[in-house]
């Protein structure tokens, strides 16, 4: 059987004959045309499911045939490697001839695929889509200009109120930070050492921006609203309205009670009188907030020490109430008193009952009648007031110039504060390896360093309340040294008791220099004695150097003043003596005859005339009213007898005679006695 093969005559096709007759032939295709004309004759959508449809027939046809054994095992595997090997090759043969730069014999080229039709609708969609999202855009900011210019022409905005301006002025004086599109301010005291772990955040929006919605704080607007909006300190609109946590709304302080027998002695409050309505100013809202924060941190940080520490007389925490002893009988009452002016008072103090503050009860809610004083933001707002029981004793302290008492208003807000510095200022080390905090008075050495048990003594500290508490008892023995003097100068017109209060005190140590001095007469002399008042005793140094301690019972301090009175008498009688002429033949300061003094001991004075014909006895003691008795010689009931014959013996003083010197012309005693001694030398 003979083969025959048939060849494509290489002529290449005729693509036009002209008029001469001569044939223009088409040239023939590279080999990169071939190829891609062959690559458009395939058809890859079609080629997964044709194939797909030919392995359906190759299986039937294997079904139908009878099954036959491979003549090898791994002849399948052989077949498709062997067939996996050619595929390579000849992509690697392609590449090579394809990679040299210029191509010599192929060129890729891309493959032309058809354009796809064109939808309209889908077009026609985008395109709304895009105008939609510009007019909305365009319409934004012409509400916006609308808006600027009607808040620039409303008649309660001030030129200039603007929302950035308010803003600037915001951050100046609080610490806010942008989250996303939400402004944040913090009211806490963190920055300044505080450890409290709320939170004190608060929200700031724009006023025109409708009402004040949850927010990312997830509470109300907070007071501030549409309808009543939130105005400046003349009354002109805000543009910025503060949104501040419910549970620092309001208005709070620390009340702080001396109470003895259900009768307050004094009392100090730290405070802002008014309450924070949806009229406020936001800086005055943000102040007031702080304040809320600051009190209530301070009452935990006491709540807390109270029930750490360990005193002989269990310190109480019954809710918002510390109760703590600070006398036999006189208690401390810390009180924290929180008022939104909605619900009325939150966490009043129990045994605090709202009232007037004349005359034992303190208002703790409402506006209070004591002072009240606007301070900076990072300050704190305090005020105290006295009141006092009328009558005698230590129960009522009377007089209404005690109404205000400033070393407790003094101690409340400055105690935490000092904490807050505490925590941050430190000595620097000496020498620079040194650990942080250790002061100049440990490092030093030799001849002027401390032994251990001033090191150890030095390290203890005082907590707040500990500190609250000494400070409240030298207040209270400070304003008790203050009634007894006070009642005693104006229950002794003869002498006069004058009493100087040194202005520069201690929170605890104060001073006081007291003088008796008779009127007309104080060139004669001056009694001094000088006072020192502690926490829980009294030193008394007096004029001739004697240094008395007394403890806080009030009837040592009268019976020192007392016996000081007697003495300043004697010896200012003998002073005057000695200037009129008068001899002083003796002087006694204890004398243990007469009616018994129930504390102390009576003095006497013996004067005589320049003559020596009279002699002027004079009696006086700390509880008994001053006597004078005279005596006159010669005797006028003088005898001869014949036991008493001579004549001298008539010179001898004769009896005593009593003088009622209240019944005598002068101003006071010693006026009488110089008019006497006036009267006898005569």
Same mark, same amino acid.
């Not at 009988?329 to 004349?358: F, T, Y």
């Not at 933001?377 to 305090?382: D, F, K, Q, R």
């Given at each position: 059987?003979?083969?025959?093969?048939?060849?494509?005559?290489?002529?290449?096709?005729?693509?036009?004959?002209?008029?001469?007759?001569?044939?223009l032939?088409?040239?023939?295709?590279?080999?990169?045309?071939h190829l891609?004309?062959?690559?458009?004759?395939?058809?890859?959508?079609?080629?997964?499911?044709?194939?797909?449809?030919?392995?359906?027939?190759?299986?039937?046809?294997?079904?139908?045939?009878?099954?036959?054994?491979? +003549?090898w095992? @791994?002849?399948?595997? %052989?077949?498709?490697? #062997?067939q996996?090997?050619?595929?390579?090759?000849? =992509?690697? !043969? $392609?590449?090579?001839?394809?990679?040299?730069?210029?191509?010599?014999?192929?060129?890729?080229?891309?493959?032309?695929?058809?354009?796809?039709?064109?939808?309209?609708?889908?077009?026609?969609?985008?395109?709304?889509?895009s105008?939609?999202?510009?007019?909305?855009?365009?319409?934004?900011?012409?509400?916006?200009?609308?808006?600027?210019?009607?808040?620039?022409?409303?008649?309660?905005?001030?030129?200039?109120?603007?929302? +950035?301006?308010? @803003?600037?002025?915001? %951050?100046?004086?609080? #610490?806010?930070?942008?989250v996303?599109?939400?402004? =944040?301010? !913090? $009211?806490?005291?963190?920055?300044?050492?505080?450890?409290?772990?709320?939170?004190?955040?608060?929200?700031?929006?724009?006023?025109?921006?409708?009402?004040?919605?949850?927010?990312?704080?997830?509470?109300?607007?907070?007071?501030?609203?549409?309808v009543?909006?939130?105005?400046?300190?003349?009354?002109?609109?805000?543009?910025?309205?503060v949104?501040?946590?419910?549970?620092?709304?309001?208005?709070?302080?620390?009340?702080?009670?001396?109470?003895?027998?259900?009768?307050?002695?004094?009392?100090?409050?730290?405070?802002?009188?008014?309450?924070?309505?949806?009229?406020?100013?936001?800086?005055?809202?943000?102040?007031?907030?702080?304040?809320?924060?600051?009190?209530?941190?301070?009452?935990?940080?006491?709540?807390?020490?109270?029930?750490?520490?360990?005193?002989?007389?269990?310190?109480?925490?019954?809710?918002?109430?510390?109760?703590?002893?600070?006398?036999?009988?006189?208690?401390?009452?810390?009180?924290?008193?929180?008022?939104?002016?909605?619900?009325?008072?939150?966490?009043?103090?129990?045994?605090?009952?709202?009232?007037?503050?004349g005359?034992?009860?303190?208002?703790?809610?409402?506006?209070?009648?004591?002072?009240?004083?606007?301070?900076?933001?990072?300050?704190?707002?305090?005020?105290?007031?006295?009141?006092?029981?009328?009558?005698?004793?230590?129960?009522?302290?009377?007089?209404?110039?005690?109404?205000?008492?400033?070393?407790?208003?003094?101690?409340?807000?400055?105690?935490?504060?000092?904490?807050?510095?505490?925590s941050?200022?430190?000595?620097?080390?000496?020498?620079?390896?040194?650990?942080?905090?250790?002061s100049?008075?440990?490092?030093?050495?030799?001849?002027?360093?401390?032994?251990?048990?001033?090191?150890?003594?030095?390290?203890?500290?005082?907590?707040?309340?500990?500190?609250?508490?000494?400070?409240?008892?030298?207040?209270?023995?400070?304003?008790?040294?203050?009634?007894?003097?006070?009642?005693?100068?104006?229950?002794?017109k003869?002498?006069?008791?004058?009493?100087?209060?040194?202005?520069?005190?201690?929170?605890?140590?104060?001073?006081?220099?007291?003088?008796?001095?008779?009127?007309?007469?104080?060139?004669?002399?001056?009694?001094?004695?000088?006072?020192?008042?502690?926490?829980?005793?009294?030193?008394?140094?007096?004029?001739?150097?004697?240094?008395?301690?007394?403890?806080?019972?009030?009837?040592?301090?009268?019976?020192?003043?007392?016996?000081?009175?007697?003495?300043?008498?004697?010896?200012?009688?003998?002073?005057?003596?000695?200037?009129?002429?008068?001899?002083?033949?003796?002087?006694?300061?204890?004398?243990?005859?007469?009616?018994i003094?129930?504390?102390?001991?009576?003095?006497?004075?013996?004067?005589?005339?320049?003559?020596?014909?009279?002699?002027?006895?004079?009696?006086?003691?700390?509880?008994?009213?001053?006597?004078?008795?005279?005596?006159?010689?010669?005797?006028?009931?003088?005898?001869?007898?014949?036991?008493?014959?001579?004549?001298?013996?008539?010179?001898?003083?004769?009896?005593?005679?009593?003088?009622?010197?209240?019944?005598?012309e002068?101003?006071?005693?010693?006026?009488?006695?110089?008019?006497?001694?006036?009267?006898?030398?005569?």
């Amino acid at each position: 059987m003979a083969d025959i093969r048939l060849e494509v005559p290489a002529e290449n096709s005729v693509l036009e004959v002209l008029y001469d007759g001569s044939e223009l032939h088409q040239q023939p295709p590279s080999m990169s045309e071939h190829l891609t004309q062959l690559a458009r004759k395939i058809d890859f959508a079609t080629d997964g499911e044709e194939i797909k449809e030919e392995k359906k027939e190759e299986e039937e046809e294997e079904e139908k045939q009878p099954f036959q054994q491979p +003549h090898w095992p @791994l002849e399948e595997v %052989r077949n498709k490697i #062997r067939q996996a090997l050619t595929e390579v090759s000849v =992509l690697h !043969d $392609l590449l090579a001839v394809v990679k040299p730069k210029p191509p010599q014999y192929m060129v890729l080229d891309p493959v032309q695929a058809d354009p796809p039709e064109p939808k309209a609708y889908i077009q026609f969609l985008s395109l709304k889509k895009s105008l939609q999202a510009a007019g909305t855009i365009l319409l934004n900011g012409a509400e916006r200009l609308r808006t600027s210019q009607a808040e620039m022409g409303r008649p309660g905005r001030a030129a200039g109120q603007d929302f +950035h301006i308010e @803003l600037l002025r915001l %951050r100046q004086n609080w #610490r806010l930070k942008k989250v996303g599109s939400t402004i =944040l301010g !913090d $009211l806490s005291y963190r920055s300044a050492g505080s450890m409290y772990r709320h939170s004190g955040i608060f929200e700031v929006s724009k006023a025109d921006d409708g009402p004040g919605g949850p927010g990312i704080l997830g509470i109300g607007g907070g007071g501030a609203s549409p309808v009543a909006p939130q105005l400046g300190p003349r009354g002109i609109q805000s543009s910025l309205r503060v949104t501040v946590p419910t549970e620092l709304t309001g208005s709070a302080y620390i009340f702080v009670c001396i109470k003895k027998d259900e009768e307050d002695i004094c009392s100090a409050q730290l405070t802002s009188s008014d309450f924070v309505s949806g009229e406020t100013h936001w800086q005055q809202k943000l102040e007031k907030a702080q304040n809320v924060l600051f009190c209530k941190e301070l009452f935990s940080q006491l709540a807390r020490e109270a029930v750490k520490l360990t005193p002989s007389i269990p310190h109480l925490v019954v809710g918002n109430q510390i109760t703590a002893t600070i006398f036999p009988g006189i208690h401390l009452l810390v009180g924290l008193c929180h008022s939104d002016g909605k619900n009325g008072q939150k966490g009043g103090s129990g045994g605090i009952v709202p009232g007037s503050s004349g005359t034992g009860g303190v208002v703790v809610g409402g506006n209070n009648h004591g002072s009240t004083t606007n301070m900076a933001p990072t300050s704190v707002m305090a005020g105290a007031s006295m009141a006092g029981a009328p009558g005698g004793g230590l129960g009522g302290l009377g007089p209404s110039k005690y109404k205000h008492e400033h070393d407790l208003e003094h101690s409340l807000h400055q105690l935490l504060h000092r904490v807050y510095h505490h925590s941050f200022q430190h000595p620097l080390p000496h020498p620079v390896y040194a650990y942080m905090g250790m002061s100049k008075r440990r490092r030093a050495a030799g001849p002027e360093g401390m032994d251990k048990t001033q090191l150890v003594n030095m390290m203890k500290e005082q907590t707040l309340l500990e500190q609250i508490i000494r400070q409240v008892q030298h207040n209270f023995l400070r304003l008790r040294t203050m009634y007894v003097i006070d009642q005693l100068a104006a229950e002794f017109k003869d002498p006069l008791i004058v009493s100087h209060w040194n202005a520069f005190n201690s929170p605890t140590r104060s001073c006081v220099k007291i003088n008796i001095a008779t009127q007309g007469y104080d060139s004669v002399l001056r009694t001094k004695l000088v006072i020192h008042i502690s926490e829980r005793s009294l030193k008394c140094i007096c004029r001739d150097g004697k240094i008395m301690t007394m403890s806080f019972e009030p009837q040592e301090l009268r019976n020192l003043i007392l016996c000081q009175i007697s003495q300043h008498n004697m010896a200012a009688l003998q002073c005057l003596a000695r200037y009129t002429g008068w001899t002083v033949l003796s002087s006694e300061q204890n004398v243990g005859t007469g009616a018994i003094e129930p504390l102390g001991n009576a003095s006497t004075v013996m004067l005589a005339s320049p003559s020596g014909n009279k002699v002027i006895g004079v009696h006086s003691g700390p509880h008994q009213r001053v006597s004078v008795m005279v005596s006159s010689s010669p005797r006028p009931d003088f005898y001869p007898s014949t036991v008493v014959s001579g004549q001298r013996w008539e010179n001898l003083g004769a009896s005593w005679q009593e003088v009622r010197h209240d019944r005598m012309e002068g101003r006071n005693f010693l006026n009488k006695m110089e008019l006497l001694m006036a009267a006898l030398t005569a």
